[in-house]
């Protein structure tokens, strides 16, 4: 071993990172090497400075406020959960009774159930997918190709900012077994995401289609849920639906770019 | 109901016991991340409220501290990381390998110049020269050096190739070195060779 093949493997060793035989070769080098010996202990001994010097990095005084306001998040996360399984436990029971009771009221129960269903089937994927988004790594090639597919495609072009967001993350999604570009818009913290699929693929859903919103000379079908609001919004032969979970932002004045004509 | 009520109480349960003692470590690495503490803390809350919500995607048994960290990081690199890149854009790779060995060797055997120049620097001295590093080169080393974690561990977290991160660490220390060493010379602990 040769001395630039040595520290070449310098940090490796420092980091415990290289294997026995490396390294056996590695010191019987360093006890021919003067120079290179110097350099390795040198470097072990700022290491061992700054690992002394940033062991005692404390964190913070405020860990048990932090604390709290976690707990209380995750307090928030648990409520939502068993409201929301109650109302589908609820809905089942009460189909069963009336069921046994009034056809009328059967109907009505019916209806609740199917509602949720209707939640879990329609709007559920999408929401899925813009909270998954968040542990989603963007790169930049695959946003450049989704950018690129979904002009020549889609015949949309989304724009890089909207209001005070900014594009972050693109790709290709499979949703409701369609082909959708999913884009990620965010803004310290707050995060829209914008689906884009063809209306000859994907339509408003039937349920929303009697809440129609107009604004200006624009058509919008809004959906609230409990965790994500969703709107959807034809534009040419693309219908764009905005997401987010985040309750200050208006997704009606979220407008992420045009048709091409 | 009730069944539905056990379930968030286990999982609950198992949430508490496995990720929320590492909010002490995580803490103090978005501390250095974020470089101020209100967004250390908003970070950390975000990531827990994440790390709760795809709670189901852990596979139990396999590393939560990694786990955590990489939805911590990646929150990070969405959200907070500046926009606008580090004016410290210095080439790092102008930095001769071995600076320091340079500047501080005596040519003397068996002698230690180095520890002089240790001893005088401060906790916040190191602490304010990590903060300095570049977003990119600051990430791999707070979770090497504080964090302990292994490249291969970091490339996880960070979703970078193996190389990049030995690169991006090797870089990071050279940085460091020298705001460490440059900070000696403005305070007068030790002279510059090269002037």
């Known amino acids: ?261 | 109901m009730a069944d539905q009520k056990l379930i968030t109480a286990e999982k609950r349960k198992q949430f508490e016991a496995e990720a929320l003692p590492h909010m002490d470590a995580l803490l103090r690495t978005a501390l250095r991340m974020t470089k101020n503490e209100r967004d250390a803390e908003d970070l950390v809350q975000e990531a827990f409220v994440k790390a709760y919500r795809f709670w189901d995607k852990f596979e139990p048994g396999s590393n939560c501290r990694a786990w955590l960290f990489k939805i911590m990081t990646n929150i990070f690199i969405n959200n907070y990381r500046s926009k606008s890149r580090s004016p410290m854009a210095v080439n790092v790779d102008e930095i001769d390998d071995n600076f320091l060995y340079g500047q501080l060797s005596t040519g003397e055997k068996s002698s230690t110049p180095e520890q002089e120049l240790f001893a005088k620097i401060f906790d916040d001295d190191v602490k304010k020269a990590i903060e300095n590093l570049p977003d990119d080169f600051r990430m791999v080393v707070v979770l090497s050096f504080l964090e302990g974690f292994s490249y291969q561990e970091i490339a996880e977290i960070a979703d970078l190739q193996l190389g990049t991160v030995k690169s991006r660490l090797h870089r990071g220390r050279k940085l460091l070195q020298k705001e460490l060493f440059e900070y000696a010379v403005k305070n007068g602990y030790i002279k510059d060779k090269a002037q």
């Open chain 1, 1 to 261: 071993m040769n001395c630039q093949e040595a520290l070449d493997l310098l940090y490796d060793i420092i980091d415990q990172e290289v294997s026995e035989i490396d390294e056996a070769q590695v010191r019987s080098h360093l006890e021919k090497c003067r120079h290179c010996s110097e350099i390795f202990r040198l470097e072990s001994s700022i290491q061992n400075f700054l690992d002394a010097k940033t062991a005692n990095v404390g964190s913070s005084d405020n860990l048990e406020s932090l604390r709290s306001k976690i707990v209380s998040d995750l307090d928030g996360i648990d409520r939502t959960e068993m409201d929301c399984s109650s109302k589908s436990k609820l809905g089942g029971t009460t189909l069963f009774m009336v069921s046994a009771a009034a056809l009328i009221i059967l109907v009505g129960a019916s209806f609740f159930t199917s509602d949720l269903v209707r939640h879990y089937n329609v709007y559920g994927p999408l929401e899925q997918a813009h909270f998954a988004a968040q542990l989603h790594q963007p790169s930049n090639s695959v946003m450049e190709q989704t950018l690129a597919a979904v002009k020549s495609s889609f015949g949309f072009s989304p724009g890089t900012v909207v209001n005070s967001f900014s594009l972050i993350d693109a790709r290709m999604e499979k949703i409701l077994g369609v082909d959708m570009a999913h884009f990620v818009y965010a803004d310290n913290g707050k995060r829209v995401s914008v689906f884009v699929a063809l209306s000859d693929e994907f339509d408003v859903p039937s349920g929303l289609k009697d809440h129609k919103v107009v604004r200006g000379n624009l058509e919008y079908y809004d959906h609230h849920c409990r965790g994500c609001r969703l709107v959807y919004h034809q534009s040419g032969s693309a219908i764009i639906i905005t997401a987010t979970e985040d309750k200050e932002t208006e997704l009606l004045s979220f407008i992420p770019g045009s048709t091409i004509i």
